[in-house]
């Protein structure tokens, strides 16, 4: 049961989400500062500016993660800490944060992970266009440069970009995160822009002797409900623009074939340097990696025109997301089989059920969650078990924060955190997180699995809404 020598145990966070403080000591502003005080955007008009006021709590912070074994860190920079105009002079303090964070790291024995870009994007850089202006890409290159002149002798792994799907989709296409746009026609420039950034960003960081340069993206396996030929062909248009957007141009420098599709007149016709450029060689992939997709074809739903359809007899999270563990697996192996014997690390995977907003007597019980990782555990050695190169596992998250536009309204973190105390209290899944770690996954053996019944996981689910619900109701 035990995972290959030198396999990698992490949990992984980002600025925004747990940081607070998002102008201290001479940083700039986001969009994620701008949409979230637009009234409306998010969930009880959740800021982020205190979140998990990590800015000022990080040796705590660090401490802890030392307290629960975890041999590596993945976080994310603010961009608009180190470049409070997203270009032009560095801001030293704002550097001076991370510096110390690596520092502490090093201190407690645990290996830094660096994601350059994880959602927010200096304002200042959105008053020019943000990802729909092409010198993103070289803006983006610069501040890899930037942060890596002052972290790179302590950092060895780097990501460019964390779920470039997102940052078009959510951003720009589907408008529910920042920057809230909603025009269909702006994503493919958008992911095209993406995917210049993250090689010249690379080209950048390995001009400077940085090694392991990879990116991150969030896939999500698609599966056709039926065999109908309209739902296959929606599954496969939802495959393209999810999955295959980003990795297809990277590794075989083409974008997939249904994509004109999905975009219809808003497709452009990009250049061969562009392709020759962004097909750029990648020193391992992030997988982040929630749910699947059950998909049949609905001409309502665009820009893919392709609905996913809930399984009443799974389990779903507080994101209204099913917890189906075989998925995982195999989606690792289709990495592998269509992309190479490129390293993979996983650099997200958890999930949000209902935990109380403060503890009581001492401790949080979230079986559900455990049950969770352990069989996402499992199917991760089921894939290293098919051959494919697993190098490491990054729980998502460290700690309970601001899930973006959902505030704080959902918890995905081993450590639970008050958000009127900011008090942390590691929950039970935390404890068998270090099990895990401690055992090199050999303790997956004797763990527990999710209930499988219909009837108790419905019950489990209404039980955990309904709490939710009546912790709304009294906040």
Same mark, same amino acid.
């Given at each position: 049961?035990?995972?290959?020598?030198?396999?990698?145990?992490? @949990?992984? $966070?980002?600025?925004?989400?747990?940081?607070?403080?998002?102008?201290?000591?001479?940083?700039?502003?986001?969009?994620?500062?701008?949409?979230?005080?637009?009234?409306?955007? $998010?969930?009880?008009?959740?800021?982020?500016?205190?979140?998990?006021?990590?800015?000022?709590?990080?040796?705590?912070?660090?401490?802890?993660?030392?307290?629960?074994?975890?041999?590596?860190?993945?976080?994310?920079?603010?961009?608009?800490?180190?470049?409070?105009?997203? $270009?032009?002079?560095?801001?030293?303090?704002?550097?001076?944060?991370?510096?110390?964070?690596?520092?502490?790291?090093?201190? #407690?024995?645990?290996?830094?992970?660096? =994601?350059?870009?994880?959602?927010?994007?200096?304002?200042?850089?959105?008053?020019?266009?943000?990802?729909?202006?092409?010198? %993103?890409?070289?803006?983006?290159?610069?501040?890899?440069?930037?942060?890596?002149?002052?972290?790179?002798?302590?950092?060895?792994?780097?990501?460019?970009?964390?779920?470039?799907?997102?940052?078009?989709?959510?951003?720009?296409?589907?408008?529910?995160?920042?920057?809230?746009?909603?025009?269909?026609?702006?994503?493919?420039?958008?992911?095209?822009?993406?995917?210049?950034?993250?090689?010249?960003?690379?080209?950048?960081?390995?001009? /400077?002797?940085?090694?392991?340069?990879?990116?991150?993206?969030?896939?999500?396996?698609? %599966?056709?409900? =039926?065999?109908?030929?309209?739902?296959?062909?929606?599954?496969?248009?939802?495959?393209?623009?999810?999955?295959?957007?980003?990795?297809?141009?990277?590794?075989h420098g083409r974008y997939p074939e249904e994509l004109p599709e999905v975009f219809g007149a808003s497709w452009p016709t990009f250049a061969d340097a562009d392709l020759d450029e962004i097909r750029t060689e990648t020193d391992f992939f992030g997988i982040n990696y929630y749910t699947r997709a059950v998909c049949v074809d609905d001409p309502d739903d665009a820009p893919e025109r392709a609905r996913r359809v809930r399984q009443p007899r799974h389990p779903y999270t507080e994101m209204g997301w099913e917890v189906y563990a075989p998925a995982f697996r195999d989606l690792m192996v289709w990495v592998r089989d269509r992309y190479g014997d490129i390293p993979q690390y996983v650099t997200e995977n958890g999930a949000s059920f209902y935990d109380p907003p403060q503890v009581v007597g001492g401790e949080v019980s979230d079986p559900m969650r455990i049950a969770y990782l352990h069989d996402h555990l499992l199917a991760v050695r089921d894939a290293i078990a098919a051959g494919v190169d697993v190098?490491?596992?990054?729980?998502?998250?460290?700690?309970?924060?601001? /899930?973006?536009?959902?505030? $704080?309204?959902?918890?995905?973190?081993?450590?639970?955190?008050?958000?009127?105390?900011? @008090?942390?209290?590691?929950?039970?899944?935390?404890?068998?997180?270090?099990?895990?770690?401690?055992?090199?996954?050999?303790?997956?053996?004797? @763990?527990?699995?999710?209930?499988?019944?219909?009837?108790?996981?419905?019950?489990?689910?209404?039980?955990?809404?309904?709490?939710?619900? @009546? #912790?709304?109701?009294?906040?």
């Open positions: 049961m035990s995972f290959p020598d030198g396999f990698l145990w992490g @949990a992984a $966070t980002s600025a925004f989400q747990i940081e607070g403080s998002p102008l201290a000591d001479g940083a700039g502003p986001s969009i994620w500062q701008r949409f979230a005080r637009t009234p409306g955007l $998010t969930v009880g008009g959740e800021t982020g500016d205190v979140a998990c006021d990590h800015y000022h709590r990080m040796p705590e912070d660090v401490a802890l993660m030392q307290r629960l074994g975890l041999q590596a860190y993945r976080f994310s920079v603010n961009w608009g800490r180190v470049l409070p105009d997203g $270009t032009g002079a560095v801001n030293g303090p704002g550097l001076d944060f991370y510096d110390r964070l690596v520092d502490r790291l090093a201190e #407690a024995g645990i290996e830094p992970m660096l =994601t350059l870009y994880h959602w927010d994007l200096p304002a200042a850089l959105d008053d020019r266009g943000g990802w729909l202006n092409r010198d %993103v890409a070289d803006w983006l290159a610069d501040y890899a440069r930037a942060v890596h002149a002052r972290l790179g002798d302590r950092v060895s792994r780097w990501i460019t970009l964390n779920e470039p799907w997102v940052v078009m989709d959510g951003g720009y296409v589907r408008g529910g995160l920042a920057p809230g746009h909603r025009v269909h026609a702006e994503g493919a420039m958008v992911a095209h822009h993406l995917l210049l950034a993250h090689a010249r960003a690379t080209a950048a960081l390995r001009a /400077e002797g940085a090694g392991n340069v990879g990116i991150a993206v969030n896939l999500e396996p698609k %599966v056709a409900a =039926t065999d109908k030929p309209e739902d296959v062909a929606a599954t496969a248009r939802a495959d393209a623009y999810m999955n295959r957007i980003f990795l297809d141009p990277i590794v190098r490491g596992y990054f729980a998502w998250s460290l700690l309970d924060n601001v /899930e973006w536009s959902q505030g $704080t309204t959902k918890r995905f973190g081993l450590v639970h955190v008050d958000f009127e105390t900011l @008090a942390r209290t590691p929950k039970q899944s935390a404890a068998f997180y270090r099990e895990v770690i401690d055992s090199n996954g050999a303790c997956l053996a004797d @763990a527990p699995r999710i209930p499988t019944t219909e009837a108790v996981v419905a019950s489990a689910h209404q039980t955990a809404s309904s709490l939710q619900e @009546a #912790a709304s109701s009294n906040a």
